[in-house]
């Protein structure tokens, strides 16, 4: 199975937190699964960081690709593809970011 974490989910993973259920920590840990964390959610981080909205042991940029690596998830990078899906989506989602992840999620099969 393929798996493209969320932002919050991933942020919640690598942070041991008990708001992340056994079950998707399992799927997440699961080697038969490829799982997946979007550049889209390093570009929000490095936001809300900048914002003092999300405090980290160290900044973004150094902190999630190490984590990332750390627990054999893939970096997926945005392209014309992904992008271009936008144009499909309804409006039921204003947040860019979860758009993008939206449209990442239908790019990749």
């Known amino acids: 199975m393929k798996l493209l974490l969320d932002t919050h989910i991933f942020l919640w993973f690598i942070s041991g937190s008990n708001q992340l259920s056994t079950r998707f ?3 997440i840990q699961d080697p038969d699964n490829t799982v997946y964390l979007s550049v889209v959610s390093l570009w929000e981080c490095i936001i809300k960081y900048q914002l003092g909205k999300l405090p980290l042991p160290e900044s973004p940029e ?3 690709p190490k984590q990332r ?3 054999r998830i893939d970096s997926l990078i945005v392209d014309e593809a ?3 899906h936008l144009i499909t989506l309804p409006s039921l989602h204003r ?3 979860d758009r ?3 449209c990442q999620a239908l790019g990749t099969n």
């Open 25 to 27: 920590r399992g799927h």
């Open 69 to 71: 690596e750390q627990h």
């Open 82 to 84: 992904s992008v271009g």
């Open 62 to 64: 150094l902190y999630l």
């Open 100 to 102: 993008l992840l939206i």
């Open 95 to 97: 947040d860019p970011f």
